[in-house]
């Protein structure tokens, strides 16, 4: 069986690894399509503690169920499926909640488990989410990104809102989209690369000017800023940015993480009493509603995909770092 096999920072390489065998409560996914994603490449370009090579890596994955284990319904075989990445421990008060994303012994297929860059992969059944026939492979890969984006937007915009997003990114453009969703009037838009900032602009939003984004932000919104900032980058200046950009009584949410850390001005979020909230992942019902977003064309993503073979993973990794005009590689399978 063919996999694409993480070996350390800058090394992926094409292997033959055992094929997978369910245990009791799992299913076999057989990949059809495996998107990259930005927590990918971090593992990717550097030596990361929470991506320990060799490693099998991928959770933006759509596939069909290839074997069950013992306990698992033998007519779910061949089932259209999309990964819902996050294994948690099923028991704990955050679980019970839906909050998997806070459970302290959850585990992210990619990442601590082999997961998509492969022909096959074995996860709990509760993983593999009945899918939508009807959308295509490589834009079904987008559900678990999406899901991120509704976490966000779903606790933190409201109808009227007027959005900030800093970088343009896939997650960046998804949070775009999500906060029209869920109501806001308009969605403002950053980012150094102007191929990414017309993406968004497709979506809807509309791009600010790139010298002082923060002040055209407050110059856009009548002298008030914006009620929302959301900060797909995760960089010192990006904070800062949106500190300057945020009306006060607003609310930041942190979502990227470009870097492990940074200084923050402390009279700002106290003078405007700023609310600042960190963003990992998503809880069952962000999934859920990803998944039904999908299956009702909510997200036209034109112009987003690129797909590739999973032989040339290497390439795809690489043309990502290397920053050569791609947006969303799509491996396949």
């Not at 991928?58 to 596939?63: A, L, Q, R, V």
């Not at 860059?117 to 559900?143: G, H, K, R, Y």
């Not at 678990?144 to 409201?158: F, K, L, Y």
């Not at 002082?212 to 932000?217: E, F, G, N, T």
Request: proline content about 7%; aromatic content about 6%; glycine content about 12%.
């Amino acid at each position: 069986m063919r996999a694409l096999v993480y070996l350390g920072p800058g090394r992926m390489e094409l292997q033959d690894v055992p094929e997978p065998t369910p245990g009791p409560g799992e299913v076999v996914i057989a990949s059809r399509a495996s998107a990259i994603c930005g927590s990918d490449l971090h593992g990717f370009r550097e030596a990361s503690p929470r991506r320990i090579p060799p490693l099998v890596m991928g959770h933006e994955t759509i596939g069909e169920i290839a074997m069950v284990g013992p306990g698992v319904s033998e007519r779910r075989v061949g089932e259209r499926v999309v990964l819902k990445p996050i294994v948690s421990c099923g028991e704990c008060p955050w679980c019970a909640s839906g909050a998997i994303n806070h459970c302290a012994t959850g585990r992210l297929v990619g990442r601590d488990m082999a997961g998509g860059f492969a022909e096959q992969f074995a996860v709990p059944a509760a993983s593999a989410i009945p899918f939508d026939a009807d959308v295509p492979d490589e834009v079904a890969t987008l559900t678990e990104p999406i899901a991120n984006a509704v976490h966000v937007t779903s606790r933190s915009v409201g109808n009227g809102d007027r959005v900030f997003v800093i970088g343009a990114g896939p997650i960046g453009v998804l949070m775009a989209k999500a906060a029209f969703l869920q109501g806001a009037s308009r969605v403002l838009v950053t980012d150094p690369v102007p191929e990414r900032l017309r993406l968004a602009e497709a979506q809807g939003a509309e791009p600010v000017n790139g010298e002082d984004p923060a002040a055209s932000v407050v110059e856009a919104t009548d002298g008030e800023g914006a009620d929302v900032v959301i900060d797909a980058a995760g960089y010192e200046a990006t904070w800062a940015m949106g500190l300057r950009a945020v009306r006060t009584g607003g609310r930041i949410d942190e979502v990227g993480l470009g870097a492990a850390s940074g200084t923050v001005d402390f009279f700002a979020v106290l003078g405007k009493e700023v609310t600042i909230a960190g963003s990992y992942a998503w809880g069952d019902e962000d999934f859920a509603r990803a998944v039904e977003l999908m299956a009702q064309g909510a997200l036209d993503p034109a112009g987003w995909i690129t797909t590739m073979p999973v032989e040339d993973g290497q390439r795809a990794f690489q043309e990502l770092v290397d920053g050569s005009g791609r947006f969303k590689i799509v491996l396949t399978f």
